[in-house]
């Protein structure tokens, strides 16, 4: 019910909706709506109403609650079904649980703060509250298991794709899962999946973006890496519009992949790649090779060609670049 009063409202943001209309589509008495329009009101909203008129939003607060992010979804069903948490040690492992329970695919969790967000090899991701998007998406896809790794690639293509039409600011990808923009850090992917043999369970997707940090909220070790779209942008964005487009990106991108390969999401990636022509150093448990990243197969596997002409396929490595 609140869902969809916020979207009645949003849909005609600046203007009046009168109590009458909204008791009819809603099916509600003007006492419900009454009610839901304080809840709102605590949760941050500013509504103004005024007798005969109705109802008017004025502002939103910056949430990312099933509420807000519904509003920026689209036609599409992925992130129709939102689990919202304030705090949350990791989304990533509300939805494995929620995924080995049936949830549907497109299904997301998002948390306002994680407090052991991780991102690949178990590092730690910082996700402090009301700042970014921290955010994990149920898949169901039914290919191969060879092709999971696929999926980051397409993921990271959706996310550059969203940050760039929501702000206007370049994000190259380096491979495999990360998001740069002039060359730091402003989001990072994690694929996970529930698999046996050769069949695919589920992939949950764990993205973590820097959207409204400032300078002050990274140490100085880590500002020379890393960003946010605020600092790059000049200016704070609304998350649940970022994180919804970044859905609908998601979802046009998978079903044009489910349907028809990954020779698209090939060329897309590439277009957007950090790394590509560039020497790179990428390090493994197996040692490091250096060389110049020549791009990727059709499985999504890197390619490096170092110093003596010798083609290497780079499977799972962290990817450097040396100054010399």
């Known amino acids: 019910m609140r869902e969809a009063l916020l979207h009645m409202l949003a849909e005609n943001e600046g203007e009046f909706v009168s109590g009458q ?64 948490k304030t705090s949350v040690n990791s989304t990533q492992e509300i939805a494995h649980s929620l995924a080995r329970e049936g949830a549907v695919e497109g299904s997301i969790v998002i948390a306002d703060e994680q407090t052991g967000g991780r991102g690949r090899l178990g590092r730690a991701w910082q996700s402090p509250s009301g700042t970014g998007i921290w955010m994990s998406l149920i898949l169901r896809p039914e290919i191969p298991l060879q092709k999971a790794p696929q999926l980051t690639l397409l993921i990271a293509v959706a996310a550059s794709r969203a940050i760039e039409k929501v702000t206007g600011l370049e994000a190259a990808i380096k491979w495999p899962n990360d998001l740069l923009i002039r060359g730091k850090k402003v989001a990072g992917i994690l694929t996970e999946l529930q698999a046996e043999a050769d069949s695919i369970h589920s992939v949950i997707v764990g993205i973590g973006m820097n959207v409204n940090q400032e300078k002050k909220h990274f140490t100085e070790e880590i ?93 799972s490595a962290d990817i450097e670049f040396p100054s010399h």
Do not use: M
């Open 21 to 84: 209309q909204i008791s009819e589509r809603l099916n509600c008495s003007r006492t419900a709506i009454w009610k839901h329009i304080s809840e709102l009101r605590k949760s941050g909203y500013s509504i103004e109403a005024v007798q005969k008129r109705g109802y008017r939003l004025l502002t939103s607060p910056d949430l990312v609650t099933a509420e807000e992010v519904s509003l920026y979804t689209g036609e599409g069903t992925f992130g129709k079904k939102v689990t919202y």
């Open 223 to 315: 500002s020379e890496i890393a960003t946010s779209l605020a600092i790059e942008g000049g200016k704070t964005y609304k998350r649940a519009e970022i994180a919804g487009e970044v859905l609908q990106e998601i979802e046009n991108l998978y079903r044009s992949y489910l349907e028809k390969g990954f020779a698209v999401i090939k060329l897309l990636w590439e277009a957007r790649a950090y790394s590509l022509g560039k020497r790179i150093t990428a390090r493994s448990v197996t040692g490091s090779i250096t060389g110049y990243a020549k791009g990727i197969t059709d499985e999504g596997v890197l390619l490096l060609e170092d110093d003596n002409g010798e083609i290497h396929s780079i499977y």
